[in-house]
């Protein structure tokens, strides 16, 4: 063999080539098995002629899979044509190609190919070989030998299939996992956003209602601006307090110098309403009911939603005065918080209207603005909003005839999936 039939011959598989020259050198012995009485004329040459054919043929059975597998057929059945008794030496080229042929191909084509092979094998056996050969040799065998060689390529294609339906779904599950994991950074990161929305807004509202509040009496009442400075002190103390909690959940968790404070709940809703006295504004809270044990996420929830309705209050509404209702029942809690009447006053802490109000303009409002509303054009309802659903409640807001803009939120008990009303 030349150079280049050997690098021709390298650049295949090894088993491709381990296969297609052992079925070559089967068939030196495959052609004298052959009783010497019934030996065709020309002896083993044209047995091995044919098988080199076949065996050739077999290094394209990756791309053309069917044109090998015909070209071994037709080798198969010259041989067989020849009076070569039929062994498993002989049949080694097609017998490879059809393993090969069930492998890369569907099943129904490989029962094609195998039953066609068997067929014309079989039938010019009966035809041409010497009747001294039994006919279980000229049928059984061949027969045999070509259909095991056909299911175990089917076999073994089933095999390959399931080993890729199951990396398949090994990927699948790994991709999944990892979108979960993004899903659950993202809504932690949501989550601290709100928070840092709602100790931020809350807070820097108070500061500069007291603020306000102070540089107005500071003249007419100093002892008054004092006690506001000294309250304001405490608010933005405080605000700096709820700010390293809230960002320290950005933290390692091996953070020793993490916060460990337990989250606002509503059993500070009293010292919130101290807090929001301090700036001018009074809150009064009743409760109905006997208070359950809430979860963590609906107290935190109901504590939100309440300082957020509260802080829009102290800065767009023109009223002293709120009022928070809490009433429980057995499957849920109601969280209501109303406006005052009007005291004709704005909450920017000076008595009277403020400069820059139109005529017939009430106090404390702007056109197309209603009290209760943030003033980025409603974002605090709608952080309410998410905040009611996230576990499985809802929130109403409005004006209402009889005690003016309110915000009801009731929540369950337990935090359960959203409302189809809240995710539509």
């Known amino acids: 063999m030349t150079i280049t039939t050997w690098r021709w011959v390298g650049n295949h598989r090894r088993d491709t080539v381990v296969i297609a020259i052992g079925a070559f050198v089967a068939s030196g012995p495959g052609s004298r098995i052959t009783p010497p009485a019934n030996a065709p004329i020309g002896g083993w040459v044209p047995a091995v002629v044919l098988a080199a054919i076949a065996c050739t043929a077999l290094f394209w059975h990756e791309s053309h899979p069917r044109t090998t597998a015909v070209v071994a057929i037709v080798c198969a059945v010259a041989v067989t044509a020849l009076g070569y008794l039929l062994t498993p030496l002989l049949l080694a080229p097609v017998m490879a190609a059809l393993y090969w042929l ?137 605000a700096l307090r709820d700010l390293k909690a809230t960002v320290g959940l950005l933290r390692d968790g091996d953070d020793q110098d993490a916060p460990l404070e337990p989250a606002p709940s509503l059993a500070q809703l009293p010292e919130l309403a101290r807090v929001f006295a301090a700036a001018g504004l009074t809150v009064t809270i009743t409760t109905r009911g006997d208070p359950p044990s809430l979860s963590p996420a609906v107290d935190l929830t109901a504590f939100r939603i309440a300082q957020e309705a509260l802080t829009n209050v102290a800065k767009h509404a023109a009223t002293g005065s709120a009022y928070v209702d809490i009433t429980y029942s057995p499957s849920d809690l109601t969280l209501k918080i109303i406006n005052g009447a009007d005291d004709g006053r704005r909450r920017s802490g000076r008595p009277g209207g403020g400069p820059g109000e139109k005529p017939g303009e009430k106090p404390g409002e702007r056109p197309g603005h209603r009290p209760g509303e943030g003033a980025d054009g409603g974002f605090g309802l709608i952080s309410m909003r998410e905040r009611a659903s996230s576990v499985g409640g809802h929130l109403d807001a409005g004006s209402h005839p009889e005690f003016g803009f309110h915000v009801t939120a009731v929540l369950p008990l337990r935090p359960g999936k959203p409302t189809k009303t809240e995710q539509g």
């Open 102 to 238: 069930a492998t890369r191909t569907d099943r129904r084509t490989n029962m094609i190919f195998a039953v066609s092979a068997c067929v014309l094998v079989v039938g010019t056996a009966l035809v041409a070989d010497p009747a001294s050969y039994g006919w279980p040799l000229k049928s059984v065998g061949p027969t045999a030998w070509l259909l095991m060689s056909a299911a175990l390529g089917d076999a073994q294609r089933t095999k390959e299939g399931y080993l890729d339906a199951v990396r398949a779904r090994a990927e699948y599950a790994e991709r999944t996992r990892e979108a979960e994991a993004r899903r659950r950074v993202a809504a932690e990161r949501t989550r601290i956003a709100r928070e840092l929305h709602d100790v931020v807004a809350h807070h820097v509202t108070l500061a500069h209602a007291q603020a306000s509040t102070a540089a107005h009496l500071v003249r007419t009442r100093p002892d008054q601006a004092a006690q506001i400075l000294t309250s304001l002190t405490a608010t933005t103390s405080s």
